[in-house]
């Protein structure tokens, strides 16, 4: 008897040991992965950082009229489409003087961004009584000016291993040195979209796709997730085939990947019934499909565990 229960005692020990081994393993994997968690996120914020803010160059332009050919007088339509690339270039070269060289003159043009003339046509189609005046304004830099503002290059390697030439080098030094060229806030990252332009890329229209999306998603999903879950549960007949057919069919989709309703989206809603191209409708109506069955499995779930007592005090 006393060896058995010796026995089953050294078992014992050594199920608790390895149950404390166990427990100090998981232990130290959560923290491991916690402890990557946390690297991933420091690094994707570190270097995501910098994106909130934006170089600008200030320019002190003279909207003179002759170049533009209009004056505070024109109509709209001959201010829209007046050449204010022209003064801009002006004010650049008045900058930096004694610039002759053709490579040097396409650098020089490249030290703000295109949307720079767009900027200033909007300053005078609201305010026409800035022609023929002298106004200063910042202007968004090229992405090349803004990435080495930022510090990602290296103005200590050899010339051709780097985007900014050492004139450019020579040119951004004097605008700082002139407090003309400094970082701000990144006003366009949230108010502009898409754009062949670095500097101008934002990501209005992706926030805004994607709430439109997930509105339609809720407008379609929501009622017609529950109501379903609703008519299954307590009104649906039992030992139907029809509705065994729809319970499995509603399980097999809750089970389907998600580039499965992805392709059905472009096969289906596009090609075969021509539905509207906008992305939130198409969005909307795949998730919606996919967002269905974990809503129905779930609402039913959550209507069975209704007590009776309760359904029937409703009913009274």
């Known amino acids: 008897m006393n060896d058995t229960t010796q026995i089953i005692k050294a078992g014992l020990k050594k199920r608790y040991a390895r149950e404390k081994h ?90 703000i961004s295109k949307s720079a003339q767009y900027e200033l046509r909007d300053s005078v189609l609201e305010n026409p009584e800035l022609l023929g005046t002298q106004q200063s304004f910042w202007f968004l830099a090229k992405d090349d000016i803004d990435v080495f503002m930022k510090g990602n290059i290296d103005r200590t390697l050899p010339e051709s291993d780097r985007r900014i030439k050492d004139y450019q080098l020579v040119w951004i030094d004097q605008l700082m040195a002139e407090g003309r060229l400094g970082k701000r806030f990144n006003t366009v990252l949230f108010s502009a979209s898409d754009s062949r332009e670095p500097e101008q890329a934002g990501l209005k229209g992706a926030i805004m796709g994607s709430f439109y999306t997930m509105l339609v998603t809720l407008l379609l999903s929501f009622p017609i997730g529950v109501a379903a879950a609703a008519y299954l549960e307590e009104f649906a007949p039992q030992n139907n085939r029809r509705i065994d057919l729809i319970e499995i069919n509603i399980n097999n989709l809750a089970a389907v990947p998600s ?29 919606t499909l996919m967002t269905l069955p974990t809503i129905i499995i779930a609402s039913r779930a959550a209507i069975k565990s209704v007590p009776p007592s309760l359904k029937q005090a409703a009913i009274g």
Do not use: H, M, W
């Open 22 to 111: 166990f427990k100090f393993f998981g232990l130290l994997s959560i923290i491991i992965s916690f402890g990557f968690l946390l690297i991933l996120l420091f690094t994707i914020c570190s270097k995501g950082l910098p994106a909130f803010q934006q170089t600008y160059l200030k320019l002190d332009i003279e909207l003179n009229e002759a170049v533009l050919g209009v004056n505070k007088f024109s109509d709209q339509d001959a201010l829209f489409s007046a050449s204010y690339n022209k003064v801009i270039i002006n004010s650049l070269k008045q900058n930096f003087p004694g610039i002759t060289e053709r490579k040097q003159k396409r650098a020089l043009k490249n030290l």
């Open 259 to 287: 580039i499965v309703f992805g392709l059905l989206g472009l096969a289906v809603y596009i090609n075969i019934f021509g539905v509207p191209r906008p992305t939130p409708l198409i969005g909307g109506s795949v998730l």
